[in-house]
């Protein structure tokens, strides 16, 4: 039976994959936490909180696989399981977790449903042993979801006491798969049971201890009588809810024995005491599903009032000030600014003819003030509308730790990973796009970069590897670092491989520089890894980073040393939907390149360009910059130019290397809304995009990364001198 109109519930179906990817996440960081601290019991607390929300959330949307599976999941995370356990659970609970992300991903693509069997084996792993006290005291731990405390918090609200109760069925019992409704009738006859663990009416096989709270009236001598039931209960134990481990009105917590006695038959249960004060009867909060879109479901047991639902969640619960918008509707949004930022283009151009027309005019200065207004107004807009689509790095950091620790473990490394920067605010578009690339550079850095802990002992190094993961401001960009303190990468082993696979020559080998020899590792094919693995040496990937990252007008660097370590860094724009350009013209094309990427703009005459290994440079003070000829990108030949021939050189940065792009003429820097061309129109990774200016001109933007690479390549033309010759 559906509650809900088909409409609706694919709403909540929508809602659910999109906070039930935030559960999951919190399971990874949870099983790890456990994984650094195992006898935490909040800690475990926690974890069961967090599969008792997917459950009962995915039992709503009526995901029966996933909602089973998590209940299974949370019998097993009772306080003997979890005793008994040690490190054990952190392996259910990791691999819990991504056998839910692979059932979450089967049920959003509609496709079959992946095998579970490796868990349920898991969870029947860890609870197969006797659970069973034979002796001591019983223990009173009980781990309540904010949902049940919610419930308690209510029920005290009525006047009734409320009691912890836990109860331990005697192995022995000859009835046993009756325990659990026996004991529910008991507490039915005795108050109102806010909760009982476990749910449903048998009791598991791995489980012997039951856990309830009890609102009632009864007088705790009174509990205790009747929740001893003769070959059912073995020890049973009350404490005062409120007041853990400390007496309530003189009653102390204590542990009470069953009577040894065997009957011949199992005895009913006792009928229940004289009426007592009739305790309110405690309900869960209705949802208002106008202001909370909240996943709820209720199961109703027999004889008790126990409400299973979702505990608290940023999706279930939202605050009031919080609002979850589709990310196509702030797309639509900002291409809007977009039109507007064009429209503000062409009335300062427009305003600028008429100053030319009319410089006299005492309306030039009125359109003016009303020109700068809106600038100001519109440039609040987009940064506004920018800022929504912002969203902070940590939301691709945090899945790293659970690659980093499960790298590590597969290749017999013991690897920490530190994080900061997390709160740097990134365009998610861009950030989604990151996830890829930067997985694959984590697992080289554990695969490739830490050294097993003999090596790192040899080389005097802590057996304990480390990654740091950093992100930072700089200019208009985000620059995200990860660095390694390990083997290093060895630059003749790479030129080595690149001349093994015939991706350079030993003569063109023997004119590689350091860093070009360390940028091979991004071209297609090479690998430096020695065996072929799971997790690398299949030579793909890395020129996957590069081109995520050019298609992103981003850069990537490196910088290593061998034994010490490698740093890569990666440099990408705040958004690409609109930036600050440089514009200018090169054999009479107007152009457009990101200011982010121009470090510096020279002026050089046709004498101070000269040609090293036919590839033209310029010095700037310390440093040689090879130059690219953008006139080269029509087709033309150059003509030759006289020594005092003059040319502005605009110097890019692409990670750690500059080059100069020569120009004819500069036009200025203009805030450009950047539109895709149709693949059938421009058929080149030369232009990432294209603008319109206000005058209502096309300017192309170049892929700064693409026109270095095809152009930085091509030998220089004869207009040029050899370095070294006279001046």
């Not at 039976?1 to 960081?29: C, I, V, W």
């Not at 427009?350 to 200065?365: R, Y």
């Not at 000269?610 to 000829?629: A, G, P, S």
């Not at 953008?630 to 750690?656: A, N, T």
């Amino acid at each position: 039976m559906s509650f809900f109109s088909d409409e609706r519930a694919a709403e909540l179906r929508d809602l659910f994959f999109e906070s039930a990817q935030e559960l999951l996440q919190a399971l990874n960081d949870e099983g790890l936490e456990l994984e650094r601290h195992p006898n935490d019991a909040e800690i475990v607390r926690d974890i069961r909180r967090t599969v008792h929300t997917l459950k009962g959330d995915s039992a709503a949307c009526g995901f029966k696989e996933l909602s089973e599976l998590a209940h299974e999941l949370e019998n097993a995370l009772t306080p003997e399981i979890t005793h008994a356990a040690s490190g054990n659970l952190v392996e259910l609970v990791l691999n819990a977790a991504d056998t839910f992300d692979s059932l979450l991903t089967a049920y959003q693509r509609n496709s079959a449903l992946p095998a579970t069997d490796h868990v349920r084996n898991l969870i029947k792993r860890l609870t197969e042993k006797p659970q069973a006290l034979d002796g001591g005291a019983l223990k009173l731990e009980f781990m309540w979801s904010e949902y049940e405390q919610l419930l308690a918090e209510k029920g005290a609200s009525s006047g009734a006491r409320l009691f912890n109760i836990a109860i331990e069925v005697d192995p022995q019992c000859p009835m046993r798969m009756a325990a659990l409704q026996l004991v529910k009738n008991v507490l039915q006859g005795l108050g109102v049971t806010i909760t009982i663990q476990p749910e449903g009416d048998m009791l598991p096989e791995n489980i012997s201890t039951i856990r309830a709270i009890l609102a009632t009236f009864q007088a705790p001598e009174n509990i205790e009588k009747k929740i001893q039931i003769p070959a059912i209960t073995r020890r049973t134990l009350l404490e005062d809810y409120l007041r853990p481990g400390q007496p309530r009105e003189g009653i102390l917590s204590r542990a009470t024995e069953a009577p040894k006695e065997t009957p011949k038959a199992v005895a009913p249960p006792p009928k229940p005491a004289p009426p007592a004060p009739e305790p309110k009867k405690v309900e869960p909060p209705k949802p208002d599903l106008k202001t909370v879109p909240a996943l709820l479901t209720v199961e109703e047991h027999d004889g008790d009032a126990h409400a299973d639902a979702p505990s608290p969640n940023p999706f279930a619960i939202t605050p009031e000030n919080l609002l979850r918008v589709d990310a196509d509707r702030i797309d639509t949004v900002l291409n809007l600014v977009g039109e507007l930022i064009i429209n503000k283009s062409m009335l300062n151009q427009t305003l600028s003819d008429f100053g030319k027309q009319h410089a006299k005019d005492p309306l030039k200065a009125r359109f003016a003030d009303a020109m700068a207004f809106q600038a100001q107004i519109l440039n609040e807009l987009q940064r506004a509308v920018m800022k929504i689509r912002m969203v902070p790095v940590e939301q691709l950091f945090r899945r790293f730790p659970r690659i980093v620790r499960d790298v590590a473990r597969s290749s017999g490394k013991e690897c920490d990973l530190i994080i900061s920067g997390q709160n740097t605010d990134l365009d998610k578009s861009i950030l989604d796009a990151l996830s890829e690339p930067m997985m694959h550079l984590i697992r080289n850095a554990v695969d490739h970069g830490i050294e097993l802990p003999a090596a790192r002992i040899a080389a005097g190094k802590s057996v304990k590897g480390t990654l740091k993961l950093n992100a930072f401001y700089q200019g208009n960009q985000v620059v995200i670092e990860l660095t390694d303190d390990g083997a290093g990468i060895d630059r003749d082993r790479v030129v080595e491989k690149a001349i093994e696979n015939n991706i350079v020559s030993e003569k063109e080998a023997e004119k590689l520089t350091d860093q070009d020899a360390l940028n091979l590792i991004f071209r297609p094919g090479l690998s430096t890894a020695t065996q072929v693995t799971e997790i690398s040496g299949r030579g793909m990937g890395m020129d996957i980073v590069e081109s995520v990252l050019r298609r992103l007008k981003g850069s990537i660097g490196i910088q290593t040393e061998k034994g010490r370590g490698t740093t890569f860094q990666l440099r990408v724009p705040l958004t690409l939907a609109i930036m600050q350009a440089l514009l200018f013209r090169a054999a009479n094309r107007l152009y457009a390149v990101p200011l982010g990427s121009v470090v510096e703009i020279a002026r050089a005459t046709s004498q101070h360009i000269h040609v090293v290994d036919h590839h033209e440079v310029l010095q700037l003070r310390e440093q040689i910059v090879t130059l690219v000829r953008l006139d080269k990108l029509e087709g033309r030949k150059r003509q030759p130019q006289s020594e005092k021939h003059k040319v502005f050189v605009v110097v890019v940065q692409l990670g750690d290397r500059r080059f100069g792009m020569v120009v004819d003429k500069l036009v200025g820097e203009e805030e450009l809304v950047i539109k895709a061309l149709d693949d059938n129109l421009v058929a080149t990774d030369l232009v990432s995009g294209a603008s319109i200016l206000g005058d209502g001109k096309v300017v192309l933007i170049l892929n700064v990364a693409s026109v270095v690479e095809r152009l930085g390549r091509a030998p220089s033309g004869n207009g040029s001198r050899k370095l070294g010759a006279s001046a």
